[in-house]
């Protein structure tokens, strides 16, 4: 390891759900209608009033707790275990809902499609199935974990480093949902690929200072041969001098605005590491000072949106997080068919823009909702490419094209 830098820091303010739940509230309201019916057939056979007062009832079940659901998930100040179960079921009806939808139009062209339409008995089958997707989203999904390896070729790289392996972690968002047990076990996943180095980049935590100590465990043990870093993300910001040093206790370095040098005999890899866009200030020339001359760089940047600014600095990859692939999306697309393609350029997955790369990491944890459809929590290996001379450049340029392996 070689020299470090450190930047400007600052101090940030915290974020409340304000009128965000206004919001949610609304959106949820507009998707209760087929909820509302199944619920209403179901019951109607005992009068229809009974069957307009379980609709009233269940519309009233899923639009009330949004309020202490997004303050539940806002809020890991104190350890909440048994409401996180409550918090999580509620997620369950909640997402049934919402999807329902959907669901209910799928069966209302199956049943047309067998001359069978009756748009009551399509809002059954609609809910029906509603419950299974948000089950297998809430239950089965969130908590399977892909391994994922991608291979990239770095221009530049000294040969020393060709086939070097970085295990990428993301947002972790260690709390009252996605708790000490589970990030345990992402870094024993982790640790099984014996990496050359391991990062994870930001959104260790969801609020609050509560789970320092449980998320500093789980950094902690992670194992790799050059060393564990991080950067922070914008839910990081809770009392961050205190994370970063338990963490470092740990043996986990955060990279505030600064860089390590990683060597290989004469040969150097910079590993720099930012502050957020959002909450921190980031600045990447003080994370790139100490560098040798020429020495490939990598990047560890919780928002990919800092990604134009990365390249015209001549870092080589650049990793990020943040975006949770959405956390729904649609199987198999999750680089073009997701919900994050409404905030960022870079959703998810491997981007390259000329000579610079961009890997986004779809995290392992969850924010909102906790749920995953088509956007599956992820440990990844990148295995760093020497680039043959005269050859595997990329040429793209502007927007940047996609390209995973
Ligand atoms: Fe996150």
Not at 40 to 62: C, K, M, N
Not at 106 to 128: D, F, I, K, M, P
Not at 175 to 187: H, K, P, V
Request: aromatic share 6%.
């Amino acid at each position: 390891m070689g020299s470090v830098s450190r930047g400007r820091r600052r101090k940030t303010r915290r974020r409340t759900p304000g009128g965000y739940v206004r919001f949610l509230q609304l959106v949820t309201a507009g998707t209760l209608a087929p909820t509302a019916v199944a619920v209403f057939r179901l019951a109607a056979p005992l009068g229809a009033l009974v069957g307009a007062l379980a609709a009233a009832a269940t519309a009233t079940a899923v639009l009330a707790p949004i309020g202490a659901r997004v303050r539940f998930g806002f809020q890991d100040e104190r350890r909440a275990r048994s409401s996180s179960t409550l918090a999580v079921l509620f997620d369950l009806l909640w997402m049934t809902s919402m999807l329902a939808p959907v669901t209910t139009l799928l069966a209302a062209v199956g049943l047309a499609v067998a001359h069978r339409l009756s748009l009551g008995a399509a809002c059954e089958v609609g809910v029906a199935g509603a419950a299974l997707v948000a089950g297998y989203g809430v239950l089965v999904r969130r908590r399977w974990v892909r391994r994922r390896r991608v291979e990239l070729e770095i221009p530049g790289l000294p040969a020393a480093f060709d086939g070097y392996r970085i295990v990428h972690l993301s947002d972790l968002h260690v709390g009252s949902i996605d708790r000490r047990e589970e990030a345990l076990a992402w870094s024993h996943a982790a640790n099984a690929l014996d990496a050359d180095l391991a990062v994870i980049t930001g959104d260790i935590l969801t609020t609050g200072t509560a789970y320092h100590d449980d998320a500093a465990d789980a950094v902690g043990a992670l194992r790799a041969k050059d060393g564990v870093f991080a950067c922070l993300g914008n839910h990081d910001y809770y009392g961050e001098e205190e994370l970063c040093a338990k963490l470092a206790r740990r043996g986990a370095r955060v990279l505030r605005n600064e860089g390590v040098a990683i060597t290989r005999g004469r040969e150097t890899l910079w590993l720099a590491g930012i502050e957020d866009v959002w909450r921190g200030a980031p600045d990447l020339r003080a994370a790139l000072r100490g560098r040798p001359e020429g020495a490939p760089i990598v990047l560890l940047a919780h928002n990919p949106d800092f990604f134009p600014r990365a390249r015209e600095a001549g870092v080589s990859l650049t990793l990020s997080g943040h975006t949770h692939a959405g956390q729904l999306a649609v199987p198999f697309l999750v680089s073009r068919a997701t919900l994050s393609h409404f905030v960022t350029r870079w959703p998810a997955g491997l981007f390259r823009d000329g000579a610079a790369s961009i890997f986004v990491h779809a995290g392992l944890g969850t924010t909102g909702p906790a749920i995953r459809l088509g956007a599956a929590p992820e440990v990844v290996e990148i295995v760093l490419k020497a680039t043959p001379s005269g050859r595997g450049r990329p040429t793209a340029s502007g927007r940047g094209h996609r390209s995973e392996r």
